[in-house]
């Protein structure tokens, strides 16, 4: 297993338009979580799962934001009706049981809404 | 709430030269400190952490740091900079039972040769 995945890497949309992105895990990991990170800034919270269950949103998750983790395994993150402000780098990372404070994040889905 | 603070955005050093970036946390508990770095088009990488043991925590690439409760500190140290340290440093806080991570606004390290 080479580490986190995350495709695409970059996507260029129009505003309104809906956008997905995937995240495919370290394959024992049970913990995923999903941070925006914009220009000049450190990455932020966004969500987490433990398994397939979504435990905690931020509330930088607007209800245009959707994430899921169907089967425990990889997740997909939505944005509907996009807007320019919805511009920034995804990030995906994920954490085993036997090490709960050390997460492995991804290379980024870099979105640009225009 | 648990926070950091970065105090410094950007730092310049001379290649071989010692490596100091400053980070100040805020918490009611004893916390659970990272750093983390970002080099350009690359994913984030722990450097080292800090969960309550050893006070003086050791990284990769010869990066260490030390948690000061008294002075609420975390600063990264190493002794000699080379020109592959040149990224983005964030220094990054623990919290919540999900563990999620609460970054500090980042200092970009120059290395200059």
């Known amino acids: 297993d080479t580490g986190v995945s995350q495709d695409p890497r970059h996507k260029i949309t129009k505003r309104g338009q809906n956008v997905t992105f995937r995240c495919d895990p370290i394959s024992e990991h049970n913990r995923l979580y999903w941070y925006r990170q914009t220009l000049g800034q450190g990455p932020e919270f966004l969500t987490y799962f433990q398994n397939e269950a979504q435990l905690e949103k931020s509330r930088l998750l607007s209800d245009r934001f959707s994430a899921e983790r169907p089967k425990g395994s990889f997740s997909t993150l939505e944005i509907q009706r996009t807007e320019q402000g919805d511009s920034a780098m995804y990030l995906c990372?994920?954490?085993?049981?036997?090490?709960?404070?050390?997460?492995?994040f991804g290379p980024g889905t870099r979105l640009t809404v225009t | 709430a648990q926070s950091v603070t970065q105090l410094d955005s950007h730092v310049s050093v001379s290649e071989g030269t010692p490596v100091l970036l400053r980070c100040n946390y805020s918490s009611s508990y004893s916390p659970s400190l990272f750093w983390y770095v970002q080099h350009p088009n690359k994913g984030l990488q722990l450097l080292l952490k800090?969960?309550?043991?050893?006070?003086l925590v050791k990284g990769i690439n010869g990066f260490e740091a030390e948690f000061k409760k008294s002075e609420t500190s975390f600063h990264l140290t190493k002794p000699s900079a080379h020109m592959s340290d040149a990224a983005e440093y964030f220094c990054v806080v623990s919290r919540g039972s999900a563990r999620q991570l609460t970054f500090g606004s980042g200092t970009q390290l120059t290395v200059l040769p």
């Open positions: 990372a994920s954490s085993s049981r036997l090490d709960l404070y050390e997460q492995y």
């Open positions: 800090y969960t309550s043991a050893a006070t």
